[in-house]
């Protein structure tokens, strides 16, 4: 691959909790994302009534759009605090349960029941524990998981989806030699050869 230096660079879980804990969050977006109201057609595909998935979820309000639309959404994430804030951003009540099968982890669930956010590491969850997907949606996740994790994340997120789902991916182009993220540069090459 041609992601040049950073491919040995390695962002902790414990730097991502710092990062939420200072509001260091430029990657969020209050609005939503241009790219999901351009291509959520394709997303959808003409169905109803979805499961979505969000990897890596922070507080995307994308969440809330699609589970207005009639669709149920399940995110993961690490930070507790970006979970809770999404919860208190669009004055959802929310309730808090544990997830048997992995220690420490919580589900954060809504009211309505139509939007699970787990906080715990993606690498922790399982088609066993969570289901399969109709769809997904990854922005900031792809392209904020360590480059040497990449083949685990994909071959995970393999495992999550239904036969006939789509999967909506959203990378940077840039010239990796020149900027050392975030994100990381995923090369569509790259792309290409872990999906395959
Ligand atoms: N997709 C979101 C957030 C992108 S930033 C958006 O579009 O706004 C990446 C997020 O992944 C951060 O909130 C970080 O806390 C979280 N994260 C990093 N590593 C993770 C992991 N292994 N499992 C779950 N979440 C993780």
């Not at 997904?136 to 071959?155: E, F, I, K, M, T």
Request: proline share 5%; hydrophobic share 35%.
């Amino acid at each position: 691959s041609d992601i040049g230096s950073q491919k040995d660079r390695v962002v902790t879980e414990e730097e991502w909790l710092q990062r939420w804990e200072m509001s260091n969050i430029g990657f969020h977006k209050e609005q939503g994302h241009p790219l999901l109201r351009k291509y959520l057609d394709v997303l959808l595909n003409g169905r109803s009534g979805l499961r979505i998935f969000f990897p890596l979820c922070g507080k995307a309000v994308e969440m809330k759009w699609l589970a207005d639309m009639g669709h149920s959404v399940v995110g993961v994430e690490v930070s507790e605090q970006a979970l809770k804030q999404f919860f208190a951003q669009h004055s959802l009540p929310y309730c808090e349960e544990p997830v048997p099968e992995i220690s420490g982890a919580k589900k954060l669930q809504s009211t309505s029941g139509n939007i699970s956010l787990y906080c715990c590491s993606i690498y922790d969850l399982s088609s066993s524990i969570v289901g399969k997907f109709d769809g997904v949606w990854d922005r900031g996740a792809l392209v904020a998981v360590n480059p040497c994790d990449r083949q685990h994340y994909v071959s995970l997120m393999i495992t999550l989806m239904e036969k006939n789902s789509s999967y909506l991916l959203v990378t940077v182009s840039y010239d990796p030699n020149k900027h050392k993220g975030p994100p990381f540069y995923v090369p569509e090459s790259e792309i290409k050869s872990l999906f395959g």
